[in-house]
């Protein structure tokens, strides 16, 4: 009896594991209609299904992992037939002509880029210090501090399996998944951090900066990550949750300065990250010291760093074809 009868034929008995008005979740379907439709294609001698770029690069051995087939492709340094290609899940056919062009990427995310700018901009030093990575997703952050000398990292996520597999692997590394960071103690972690990065979507940095405060020790430092998509007002949200107004990102960066300041941190810097996030948004590096008493910067200096950053990165999209 074929798939789709079973499954839509009354059940005998209903009940509570009644499978009458069950349907196959979404991913099953498309396996299947996509399994289905490939051996139809190649029996009629039909051109082959397409896959998603960041598969095609794993196959071709131009990445080790998904993961870090994401993280080359948002770079942008992907080219599907001589044209760049950054977005992950777009769809070509297996004869496509791909290349990675510049330096491969040396950490498991993009994320490693945003905390390198940072080392580089500020002057942290992390070497045989118990660092903490708040958000750490794939492990950009946690990858970067590691090659930077962290004796030991905190990777504080709370979705499930997604850090990379060589961070995991490494008992350098605390894989804290599953894990709110709104209700982490001193306690459950065991000892102060000397330094901590914030990468966090979905919430706002005036819920994580009074839990960093309890964990880092006496003038331990920060980079957070300042995202105008997750801070500003819905209302000033546009399309696919893009940020373009350079006002709201400035009065972004007011209200981040703020908060820090009345959590008691003194906020030694601020620099926009070298890479956008994944829907486009120019996102700022903040860097901060527990019990720090350096005056924070003020409207203007704000405003001028909006400035630069737009400059920097919101190039037309004739040239990044051109390139």
């Not at 926009?272 to 590096?285: M, T």
Request: charged share 25%.
């Amino acid at each position: 009896m074929g798939l789709q009868s079973r499954f839509s034929r009354p059940c005998r008995r209903p009940g509570r594991w009644s499978t009458a008005a069950w349907t196959p979740p979404a991913w099953w379907r498309w396996r299947r209609n996509t399994t289905f439709e490939a051996r139809r294609r190649r029996g009629k001698g039909e051109d082959p299904v397409k896959q998603r770029l960041d598969l095609l690069l794993v196959e071709r051995g131009l990445a080790p992992s998904r993961e870090k087939a994401k993280a080359v492709i948002m770079a942008g340094i992907v080219y599907a037939d001589g044209q760049k290609a950054d977005k992950p899940g777009t769809e070509y056919p297996p004869q496509v002509a791909l290349e990675v062009r510049g330096e491969p990427l040396k950490y498991v995310s993009r994320g490693g880029l945003k905390l390198e700018k940072a080392m580089q901009a500020f002057p942290i030093r992390l070497e045989g210090k118990a660092c903490m990575d708040i958000g750490a997703s794939t492990g950009g952050f946690t990858d970067c501090m590691l090659q930077n000398g962290a004796k030991k990292v905190y990777a504080v996520d709370v979705g499930y399996g997604q850090l990379a597999w060589s961070l995991r692997s490494d008992p350098r590394v605390v894989n804290l998944e599953r894990t709110n960071i709104r209700y982490v103690t001193p306690q459950q972690i065991g000892e102060p951090v000397a330094f901590a990065s914030v990468d966090v979507s979905f919430i706002s940095l005036r819920l994580v900066l009074p839990v960093a405060a309890a964990l880092l020790a006496p003038a331990g430092e920060m980079v957070c990550l300042v995202k105008p998509q997750f801070e500003a007002g819905r209302e000033k949200v546009g399309k696919k949750g893009v940020v373009r107004d350079r006002a709201v990102h400035a009065q972004v960066l007011e209200a981040a300065v703020g908060y820090a300041v009345e959590n008691g941190f003194g906020v030694l810097g601020m620099e926009f990250s070298p890479v956008k996030g994944p829907e486009g948004n120019i996102e700022y590096l903040m860097y901060l010291q527990k019990g720090g008493q350096t005056p924070p910067p003020t409207p203007q200096q704000l405003r001028e760093l909006v400035d630069r950053s737009h400059q920097a990165l919101d190039r037309p999209a004739a040239k990044e074809v051109a390139e």
